[in-house]
């Protein structure tokens, strides 16, 4: 899928410019990691630029996994879903998500372009990328948990940089 298709489908989804520019800023940063053959390079630039299609519908948490089923009614690769579904942080434990007024589903990033669309997600601040030590600041109202669940996503991730 071409950015321009993936740019329509978060106009169609009611995205604003400004989730549109951020798409386009963590799929920029999300490229970095990619150089390692292992990594899906395509699946990881579509991920990226829809893992924000949500928006269009809510910008609570729940823009996660709204996101995730609009890609599936949109007929997108179950991988382009789980990429959009698991953005969050690190991602959310079922248990975590039923607390949080969720759909209790494993919102963990597994594959390695889960994880790195997560990471650069937690790396870009509206259009702007930050670092780690920024994103942590603002994460301290978080749970020591899933504070330290970010932490080893960025440091496992970094090493495909």
Known sequence: MREQ????????????????????????LALDFTSDPIVDRDLVEVGALLHDIGRGVTHDLHHA???????????????????????????????????????????????IEEKIVAHADNLVKGGRVITLEERLARLIDLPRKQRMRIYRLALEVELFR
Not at 9 to 24: T, Y
Not at 85 to 104: N, V, W
Request: glycine residues 12%; negative net charge.
């Open 65 to 111: 996994q709204v996101g995730g089923e609009i890609c599936r009614s949109l007929g997108l690769d179950e991988a382009v879903a789980s990429i959009v579904e698991r953005h969050i942080g690190a991602g959310l434990t079922a248990d975590e998500c039923s607390l949080l007024g969720l759909a209790p589903r494993d919102c963990v990033p597994r594959t």
């Open 5 to 28: 298709d993936c740019i329509a489908l978060l106009r169609r989804a009611g995205c604003s410019e400004g989730v549109i520019a951020h798409c386009r800023a963590v799929r920029d």
